[in-house]
């Protein structure tokens, strides 16, 4: 049922689902610190404390224990290295919210900047709304609320202009939209852009076969008439001879030219 290994990053969803498994056994008490750990001894009235162990003691370690375990599964390798050495589960879990759960006022300003800075880029809608969500989520684990409508004009303004139209739609209802049904519009406006994409490409594609096919036939009818003239040519020059134009006694034997001397 905990599906969620903690990481630097999302601290927030595995600590949700964390505490909603726990508490729905009714075992959280044990990482909050409600469940106190019994006396480790048997205390007599007579002799006072004993060196036998008690009865409860052992069975609220046993728990603790499985429990311990249990968070340690759900914990990448880094997270593991701030517990190790915990004997128990509430040890490890104030480390881990202390080490987590704690932000910094740098790092909230940075998330901050993220958040009205983030584009969409290549990214679907659900992707890029997904990323806005998680720094949402580690602001408000930090003490920052982030409104819905806070989140709509960061998403807004980091669409790219393919989405104008929609994006002035969004911007000038005077009446407010849940984040579901932005979510939904975002979509749609994604699958048309898809579509009139899909659209053109095969416009252009046809259309560059139809170019091809044109320049293809022109320079084969270019080259038809070329090789014929050609042809026609190294005929004609084949019978052509001196003597048709010039008398032969002057292609054969040219005058020779006499200069006077003086």
């Known amino acids: 049922m905990l599906t969620i290994c903690l990481t630097d990053h999302n601290y927030s969803k595995w600590a949700f689902q964390f505490k909603l498994v ?3 056994y009714k075992l959280f008490a044990h990482f909050d610190g409600t469940s106190v750990c019994p006396p480790k001894f048997v205390v007599s009235f007579e002799t006072g404390v004993t ?3 008690s009865s409860d003691f052992q069975d609220w370690e046993t728990i603790d224990l499985a429990l311990l375990s249990l968070l340690i599964a759900t914990l990448s390798d880094d997270a593991i290295d701030h517990v190790l050495g ?3 589960a509430y040890d490890a879990w104030s480390i881990l919210e202390d080490r987590y759960a704690t932000v910094s006022r740098s790092r909230i300003n940075m998330l901050k900047t993220e958040l009205q800075t983030m ?6 809608i659900d992707k890029f709304l997904s990323k806005l969500k ?3 989520d580690q602001l408000f684990v930090a003490g920052e609320v982030v409104s819905d409508n806070d989140l709509m004009i960061a998403a807004l303004a980091g669409l790219p202009r393919e989405y104008a139209i929609i994006r002035t739609v969004i911007l000038a209802r005077e009446s407010s939209i849940s984040l579901k049904e932005f979510r939904a519009q975002l979509l749609n406006t994604e699958r048309d852009i898809e579509c009139m994409e899909h659209t053109l490409s ?3 594609a046809a259309m560059y076969v139809q170019v091809s096919s044109s320049q293809t036939n022109s320079e084969h009818g270019s080259s038809s008439h070329s090789h014929s003239a050609n042809s026609l040519s190294s005929t004609t020059v084949g019978t052509i001879h001196p003597g048709s134009f010039y008398p032969s006694s ?3 034997h040219p005058p ?3 200069v006077p001397h003086v």
């Open 22 to 24: 726990l508490r729905g």
């Open 51 to 53: 060196k036998e162990l």
């Open 86 to 88: 915990c004997k128990t």
């Open 119 to 124: 584009q969409k880029r290549g990214d679907s």
């Open 134 to 136: 998680s720094i949402r």
């Open 202 to 204: 095969n416009s252009m």
């Open 250 to 252: 002057l292609v054969q």
């Open 256 to 258: 020779s030219l006499q």
